[in-house]
């Protein structure tokens, strides 16, 4: 027999009231503020739109240029990978050159 | 060739060159730094002959500024110079002059006496030579005040001299503190002069006065140009006289502040000579005359100098009756000497007492080295009852003693008797109108007859009858570097009253009142006929008229008491067996041989008293002052203590905090920009 | 349409409720999806503000954020990995070495 979970509550919810209070603010702040006529995007379909205008491809679509952001996070998402396997990696005894990373504990688990 | 005054500061400079000679190359030269000592008192001597006979053509004092050490206009400005008048010149010869034999003298005393770490004896003798006349020459109060305080660190040096036994460190502290308790009061006396009158000057140079003249001002005139703090001008300046006095009686050795001196006996005989006889003491007195303008604007602080100085003429002939060791006699004396002058200026006498002074130096260095030529004789014994009979083995010593001793007694043609009688007869003048210089006078009179007493108990114990024991029978002989210069002293102390015979040319009709003479030119403001005049103008102290009769009358009276002193200690001591006659004083022998227990009184102002005040303050210094310091680094200390304990290593309490940052500046960006 | 500030609204309460994860959650897994709740946020108000002004960069640039946001979990979870492997525990709040 299992019980069913139970929401847990208790002291160490406090800290949560900064972040009700921090919602408080903004959007006390928000609700006050008027805003113009939002302005739409015009005929067609939205995701060509967004292609087109990733690359620039085409001029009459009003956007910033993201090639060069593009080739980056390509690296960011390499970078990130290869980073998250090299952490995972677990420390061989054999395994030469490897950091270890075991806070200086010295022991092999 | 320039003048002679121009070489004035060479006069101090000569010693100072020898001073760092003795103590860096001593070691290496064959009399370790006697023979540039000597070189160097000897030019000094010379230098100082020089200038005495050139101030001698001269009406107008020379100064000269060497050196300003402030030069703030306002409220005043400290500098260095000389002042060369008749009495800087008059001191300078003396002081030179026993320096230079006690250098000769120390050859024989010291090196022929195998004494070892001699570099810094004769270091320190040149220093004191050096700062003893730079403080004669000195041309302002300041500049005095701050030789007076070397001259106390070289007598501490010299006294200490031999600091590996118990005594003589112990003296020379002794010597240092009680001195310098007095100068306490002379540095608050200092400052407030310089603070009522913006200068501490004693002569007008160019445009700015001396302030014995702008007190003079003060009084006769209007207070306008001084600052009194409130007072009176006439109290206020008593007040600054009376506290510069502190000074003078720490040096000069007036009761309350004598007992140093005779525990003074602790260093080597010829820095006795020239320091506790001659020179340092004299410093105090030559202080005194030097201010006498100021001084005499004071009838209060002059009744007060001249009542001290008697009864410490008394009080210390007194002690010096029952003591056994030679320089402990002589040590005594000079305080009693010492208070003689002080009456002597006290009652308007200034002539008489730069007499005394002068006199007293020649015939008490006279005896000191005697005395150490005696010591030297006996193997450094001091007491005089294991001497006797050494005036056949010692005959030079003897005569130039009894020399000395007739002078200090003030037997008539000696120089003593007419400087002492001069002093008293002054006392008597102006104690005639006044019954405390009266009782001044008196104590001074009696004083007269223990000192006949004392210094005759002390030749005859030492030279006449039988020689008491083997090394008084069989002394050991010295040579003619000990001779030569009691020689010269002892020829002095039978001339050099010849200065001033006042009763003779009384007598005669004859102008033989050289001294006098002296002291009458000079700078407008520094002359005898000047501080006569403050005396009697603006003081209101006024002398019974000088008459024949009085002055005769007044030294026949101190020379039948000495006279008596003299023939009580022939009858008891000049026997070829003398026995130890004070002891028939009982309980009173206790008491003056125990100094009237003033050492152990201030010894237990000492402990008892200011020991207590100390431990207090450094109770209040520890807790209160260091506790406020202590109090704030530990306010830090806590605080930091306590303020790290937000770093608890949790995220999410990180995390709280950045938010509960985040909306409190939200809420205050929004309240100030008007954003609700 | 509606109006941009209902959308910050949203915006604003999805940040809040990750916000409230991070300080509330032990576990660090959960706090992972609590920190994707609050890029998520930034998204959407991204997004309104495209919308707003008709300038789609806002939009584009939400696609990279979400990039972005993948390559931080992928290093997140290895980061979790070395933390359980040392202190033997997910719970954020037992990593307590680096305190006074």
């Excluded at chain 2, 020379?62 to 306002?74: I, M, Q, R, S, Y």
């Excluded at chain 2, 102008?511 to 603006?538: C, P, R």
């Excluded at chain 2, 007044?554 to 001591?573: P, Q």
């Excluded at chain 3, 960069?57 to 993948?70: D, N």
Aim: aromatic share 12%; glycine share 10%.
């Amino acid at each position: 027999m299992t019980t069913r979970p139970r929401l847990k509550l208790g002291s160490h919810l406090l800290p949560g009231l900064a972040a009700v209070a921090l919602f408080t603010v903004m959007a006390a702040v928000f609700l006050q503020g008027n805003f113009p006529a939002p302005a739409g995007f015009g005929e067609g379909s939205v995701l060509r739109s967004i292609g087109m205008a990733m690359f620039a491809l085409e001029p009459s679509i009003p956007s910033a240029n993201f090639l060069v952001a593009f080739e980056i996070i390509d690296v960011v998402l390499v970078a990130a990978l290869v980073g998250a396997v090299m952490l995972a990696r677990r420390e061989g005894n054999d395994s030469s050159g490897s950091v270890r990373t075991d806070g200086g504990r010295g022991d092999d688990r | 060739m320039a003048g002679p005054l121009e070489f004035a500061p060479a006069i101090a400079a000569l010693p100072f060159v020898s001073f760092v000679i003795a103590l860096f190359f001593g070691r290496y030269m064959p009399k370790k730094g006697a023979l540039a000592g000597i070189t160097a008192t000897a030019g000094s001597l010379l230098l100082a002959i020089w200038t005495y006979f050139t101030v001698m053509g001269n009406g107008e004092p020379h100064t000269e500024h060497l050196h300003t050490l402030v030069a703030v206009a306002e409220p005043f400005s400290l500098e260095l110079g000389i002042l060369i008048d008749q009495l800087s010149a008059l001191m300078l010869l003396i002081v030179t002059l026993i320096s230079f034999l006690v250098f000769v003298f120390s050859l024989g005393y010291m090196n022929d006496e195998g004494e070892t770490g001699l570099p810094r004896y004769y270091a320190g003798l040149s220093l004191f030579s050096f700062s003893m006349l730079s403080f004669v020459m000195a041309s302002n109060l300041f500049m005095a005040f701050m030789f007076f305080e070397l001259v106390g660190l070289c007598s501490y040096l010299l006294i200490g001299f031999w600091f590996r036994e118990d005594a003589p460190p112990s003296a020379a502290k002794k010597a240092f503190i009680v001195t310098r308790f007095g100068d306490y009061f002379f540095l608050i006396g200092v400052v407030g002069i310089l603070a009522t009158f913006g200068t501490s000057a004693f002569i007008g140079t160019g445009g700015t006065e001396s302030f014995p003249a702008l007190a003079e001002h003060a009084l006769t005139g209007s207070a306008d140009h001084v600052h009194t703090f409130g007072f009176d001008p006439q109290t206020w300046f008593t007040i600054l006289a009376l506290l510069v006095l502190g000074g003078v009686m720490g040096k000069s050795a007036q009761f309350p502040l004598h007992t140093w001196l005779p525990d003074a006996m602790e260093g080597p005989t010829p820095v006795s000579a020239l320091i506790h006889a001659a020179t340092m003491v004299a410093a105090g007195v030559y202080l005194v005359a030097r201010m006498y303008g100021f001084y005499a604007l004071s009838p209060t602080a002059l009744a007060i100098i001249a009542f001290v100085g008697g009864f410490t003429a008394l009080f210390a002939a007194t002690m010096g009756v029952v003591k056994r060791e030679i320089k402990q006699v002589l040590a005594y004396s000079t305080i009693s000497q010492y208070g003689y002058m002080m009456l002597a200026l006290g009652a308007g006498g200034y002539v008489a007492g730069v007499f005394h002074l002068t006199t007293h130096a020649v015939f008490k260095a006279l005896l000191f080295l005697g005395a150490g030529a005696v010591i030297v004789a006996m193997h450094h014994d001091e007491d005089m009852w294991k001497m006797g009979g050494l005036k056949n083995e010692l005959p030079v010593t003897y005569y130039t003693f009894l020399a000395g001793s007739l002078a200090l007694a003030g037997i008539i043609p000696f120089s003593g008797f007419w400087s002492k009688d001069e002093v008293l007869y002054e006392a008597l003048r102006l104690g005639l109108n006044d019954p405390v210089f009266m009782a001044a006078y008196a104590m001074g009179l009696i004083a007269v007859f223990f000192t006949g007493f004392y210094t005759f108990r002390m030749v005859f114990l030492t030279f006449h009858g039988e020689p008491r024991t083997n090394i008084a029978e069989s002394p050991h002989q010295y040579g003619w570097n000990m001779k030569a210069p009691l020689v010269v002293l002892g020829a002095l102390a039978v001339v050099v009253g010849l200065i001033n015979m006042a009763p003779l040319a009384k007598l005669t009709g004859m102008d033989l009142t050289y001294l006098h003479h002296w002291f009458e030119n000079g700078g407008e403001l520094l002359t005898v006929e000047h501080y006569h005049h403050l005396l009697t103008e603006v003081s209101g102290v006024h002398h019974v008229e000088n008459s024949t009769g009085l002055m005769l009358g007044s030294g026949a009276l101190s020379l039948g008491l000495a006279l008596a002193g003299v023939a009580v200690a022939h009858v008891l001591y000049n026997v070829p067996s003398p026995e130890e006659h004070t002891d028939k004083l009982g309980s009173i022998k206790t008491v003056l041989f125990n100094n009237y227990y003033q050492d152990e009184y201030q010894v237990w102002l000492a402990e008892g008293l200011t020991a207590n005040v100390a431990r207090a303050a450094n109770t209040f210094d520890q807790g209160v002052i260091d506790g406020a310091v202590n109090g704030v680094s530990s306010v830090s200390l806590f605080a930091g203590e306590r303020v790290r304990r937000i770093q608890t290593g949790v995220v999410t309490n990180y995390a709280a905090l950045l938010t509960v940052g985040l909306v409190v500046l939200l809420v205050a960006m929004g309240l100030l920009g008007g954003w609700f | 349409m509606i109006a941009a500030k209902y959308y910050l609204l949203l915006s604003a309460a999805v940040f809040c409720i990750g916000l409230f994860g991070i300080l509330t959650r032990r576990n660090a897994l959960i706090f992972l999806m609590s920190i994707e709740l609050m890029l998520n946020a930034a998204n959407i108000n991204l997004v309104a503000f495209s919308a707003q002004h008709g300038n789609l960069s806002g939009q584009v640039f939400s696609l990279f954020t979400m990039a972005l946001a993948a390559a931080e979990v992928a290093v997140g979870i290895g980061i979790i990995l070395v933390l359980y492997r040392n202190f033997d525990d997910v719970d954020v709040t037992t990593a307590t070495s680096m305190r006074w």
